[in-house]
């Protein structure tokens, strides 16, 4: 009879299972939810990605109209940034959040449910641009801003019509999801952690968000204000940024970048919680340095919020407040420096097990270092004088966003999937996924570093010929091709292992975190019992009660 | 390099071997070390400080710079999507190509551009002279540049400004001080006034082109489009797109869109004949 009441809750209509997902307030859910949300967006964005480089790959192509190639970058780097990377590191961060701190869910649950369908509900209203104006085909009047619409670009006397409106609105809309989302980590964390869990023994990750949480509260509000002073401009007669009636476009560029770099903090440091957790695990070592850890990433929290102005060398700053802004860009640099060398010194003498999600943290780190020079390259202003808004910033953030930040997510994907799902992914297909991006990435992004030392600015739609960019350009595609082909592997390993992979049990990798010490999938309640901790790695402790970790912390 | 090469030495030493006997047992599990913490702290905190210093002394060589005493001062002003140059020292204003003579060492003329935005945000780049500053409308910059070696210089817009923000191309000539002063002179003249093209003069004001465009000398005195006073004076069309020739001339305006589709000037309704008198009194505009 027993089997009957289980048997029960799986004949539900379907309807009754969509209104389930939709009403739930289950971090677990929620955070698979936004997990999906991000990799329709990502196919998405992919494929924009794909038409821009077919029409770069030829000088003076006419693949694609200016109108249609600037509506695709806008629309590109919009929904990579809102519409993938956070959705998929939220996601993460809200599944992976209570269970790794032995809660049974969110402080917060329905808040969190508010947060997601926010989320959603500005994605949507986005992509219902393309279905306005002139239809799909043309892209209909999505907006062709850029990602940082700079005003006057975007008032109404240079931009008619609602284009820029569908931007103003749907990042409005989401930014409310994202800070309901913030207040939910830093409540959770600090509030909901099991007995015996201080601070200190708190997994990484949870420190990560941490600082995430706070970072989101700080970092989205001048986006807010600056949405809502640029709808007063556009529609209530205001001039704020509105230079032909004397506003100012220097503030638009202030109040974005005061968002847009503190975000990009919001972007990686959750990719850091990855790897903190999955190098470890597969070095067979505790991750050496933990305090150095939390030191480094509240420094980054803290010191982010002071280096917006390195967007904006070339606009015209007096020479003490550009210096200003390359010291506090370069002093970012060390407490990074600090966390690529403890990762390293993580996998030093221990015995590494490369299974796929290992491999995407080992490229993680060389790809998130090359990226970090290329950075400090840029944060030099009169170095940034030449190659800001050239193609060589577009390989420097590609790099990171793509190279440390997406390859974290896989490696997130490979190693957390047999918890949600209860089954593994296919090491095989893992592995060629793995390869195939890697070279594809590499050959894209390496080589797009070349047209911006030789002059290429960003945001072109094409460009002539003898400028020496072509063969560039070309070699870009083909990695594109590469990347593309990874990505659709991946998916198909995704579906194909839901139903085909091999069971995984509740600890397939052996690992130390409580996560690991319930079913796979988790059930609704997380844990039977709440469980009680000594050290930062429970489950160590349990299987090495001879050695246990609260002997040596 | 030091990092890498640590990388692939930890990946390579330290993996797990299948034919290990003691995979049981788990490596030693350091917890941290205060020293090491510290060294890796400090030293780059020592790299920052040098590169921050060599940083800090570049810029306040190229912004806080003196002036010397000759210099040419040329005014820049960034439309969508072509550039307007002002040469308020000799009395002229031209658009798209930019003429400064070139620097010699000992007696150094560098040019200094203020840059200012009629419409959005433009950036200056060109590369192979200096690296680029923006035209934010409001805010007006200044660059300059001391090149030394004469010769075109190419670069284009760097700070998207709409639909063809691809093709506000930059053409920089740098010439000798005899080629410079000899174009300063032709600049600073009125548009040539050739009786053999007086049907295409007539035609510049009936069919509304002076609304947008200059022609010293005449009743054409728009401050929209580019001035035209000299426009056979220049190689290319469009700002820097085609080189001037009849037949570009006379497709551009029928319809720059041909050309560069979001163009700011419109189609013109022109009969054929029209147009090639037109064209035909642009011609004579040297």
């Known amino acids: ?553 | 390099m030091v990092v890498f090469s640590l990388l692939l030495y930890a990946a390579i030493k330290f993996r797990q071997r299948k034919h290990d006997d003691n995979n049981d047992f788990e490596p030693p599990q350091i917890y941290g070390s205060n020293q090491i913490e510290l060294a890796w702290t400090v030293v780059p905190v020592i790299i920052v400080l040098v590169l921050f210093v060599s940083a800090a002394q570049v810029i306040h060589r190229v912004q806080d710079a003196r002036r010397p005493k000759r210099t040419i001062e040329v005014t820049a002003v960034g439309h969508q999507y072509w550039w307007e140059y002002q040469y308020t020292q000799f009395g002229f204003v031209t658009s798209n190509e930019l003429h400064i003579p070139v620097s010699d060492p000992p007696n150094s003329t560098p040019t200094f551009i203020g840059l200012q935005s009629a419409d959005v945000d433009h950036s200056f780049w060109v590369p192979r002279l200096a690296g680029k500053t923006d035209l934010i409308p409001n805010h007006p910059n200044s660059m300059w540049i001391d090149p030394q070696n004469p010769g075109i210089y190419l670069g284009q817009c760097a700070q998207f400004c709409g639909v063809q923000h691809a093709k506000m191309l930059l053409r920089v000539y740098v010439d000798r001080q005899a080629d410079f002063d000899r174009w300063v002179h032709e600049q600073q003249q009125d548009g040539v006034s050739d009786p053999s093209v007086a049907d295409g003069a007539g035609l510049f004001t009936d069919k509304g082109c002076f609304v947008c465009h200059t022609i010293r000398g005449t009743a054409a005195q728009g401050q929209i489009g580019p001035d035209l006073t000299h426009i056979m004076s220049r190689d290319t069309l469009g700002a820097g797109l085609v080189p001037i020739t009849r037949e570009n001339l006379r497709r551009w305006i029928r319809d720059p869109g041909v050309f560069k589709p979001g163009s700011l000037m419109p189609a013109q309704d022109l009969t054929d004949q029209e147009l090639d008198k037109i064209t035909a009194y642009l011609l004579t505009l040297r």
Request: hydrophobic share 55%; charged share 10%.
């Open chain 1, 1 to 553: 009879m027993a089997s009957e009441s289980i048997a029960l809750s799986t004949h539900r209509s379907p309807l009754a299972t969509i209104y389930e997902w939709l009403a739930t307030v289950d971090h677990k859910r929620i955070g698979l939810m936004y997990i999906a949300y991000g990799l329709l967006f990502l196919a998405v964005m992919g494929t924009m990605a794909m038409l821009m480089r077919i029409q770069l790959a030829r000088p003076n192509a006419a693949f694609l109209s200016p109108e249609v190639f600037n509506r695709l970058f806008t629309m590109h780097g919009t929904t990579g940034v809102f519409f993938v990377a956070m959705p998929i590191l939220f996601g993460f961060g809200n599944y992976l959040i209570p269970l790794m701190i032995g809660s049974r869910d969110m402080a917060f649950p329905r808040l969190n449910s508010f947060g997601l369908w926010m989320t959603v509900v500005g994605g949507v209203l986005l992509y219902a641009s393309l279905f306005a104006g002139e239809g799909f085909w043309k892209a209909g009047t999505a907006p062709d801003v850029g990602w940082f619409a700079y005003a006057p670009l975007t008032e109404t006397a240079f931009s008619s019509g609602h284009s820029t409106d569908f931007w103003t609105l749907s990042l409005l809309l989401s930014g409310f999801g994202s800070i309901a989302t913030g207040i939910n980590f830093i409540a959770t964390i600090l509030c909901m952690r099991c007995p015996g869990m201080k601070l200190s023994r708190m997994p990484l990750l949870a420190w990560m968000f941490l600082v995430v949480g706070g970072l989101i509260l700080v970092t989205i509000s001048p986006l807010t204000a600056a949405q809502f002073m640029l709808m007063i401009d556009r529609y209530l007669g205001g001039h704020f940024f509105d230079t032909q009636a004397g506003g100012s476009a220097i503030l638009w560029i202030h109040f974005f970048w005061i968002f847009g770099h503190p975000e990009v903090y919001i972007l990686i440091l959750p990719a850091f919680a990855f790897t903190s957790e999955i190098i470890p695990v597969f070095s067979r070592k505790t991750i050496f340095g933990y305090a150095a850890m939390v030191a480094a990433t509240v420094s980054i929290g803290f010191i982010s919020l002071g280096v917006w102005a390195h967007h904006m060398f070339t606009v015209g700053m007096p020479s003490y407040g550009n210096a200003f802004f390359v010291f506090t860009t370069m002093a970012i640099a060390v407490p990074t420096g600090i966390k690529i060398f403890n990762w390293l010194a993580t996998m030093w003498g221990g015995k590494i097990r490369f299974t796929v999600p290992m491999l995407f943290c080992v490229a993680f780190l060389f790809q998130f270092l090359v990226a970090g020079l290329t950075g400090v390259m840029l944060a030099a202003a009169p170095f940034n004088w030449q190659l800001g808004s050239s193609y060589f910033v577009v390989a420097h953030f590609h790099y990171v966003i793509v190279g440390a930040i997406l390859f974290a997510i896989f490696a997130a994907f490979y190693y957390w999937f047999p918890k949600m799902t209860g089954r593994l992914l296919n090491e095989t297909l893992g592995k060629w996924h793995f390869w195939l991006f890697v070279i594809g990435f590499h050959l894209t992004f390496d080589f797009m570093h070349i047209p911006g030392l030789l002059g290429m600015p960003r945001r072109i739609y094409t460009y002539e010929a003898g400028r020496g960019w072509e063969i560039w350009n070309l070699i870009v595609l083909v990695g594109a091709v590469f990347q593309a082909a990874a990505i659709l592997l991946f998916v198909y390993n995704l579906i194909y292992s839901y139903f085909r992979g091999a069971p995984a049990g509740n600890d397939p990798w052996d690992a130390w975190t409580l996560e690991w010490s319930t079913n796979s999938p988790p059930p609704e309640y997380n844990f039977a019992t709440i469980p009680a901790v000594r050290s930062r790695r429970p489950l160590w402790d349990i299987k090495h009660p001879e050695d246990p970790d609260w002997k040596y912390e």
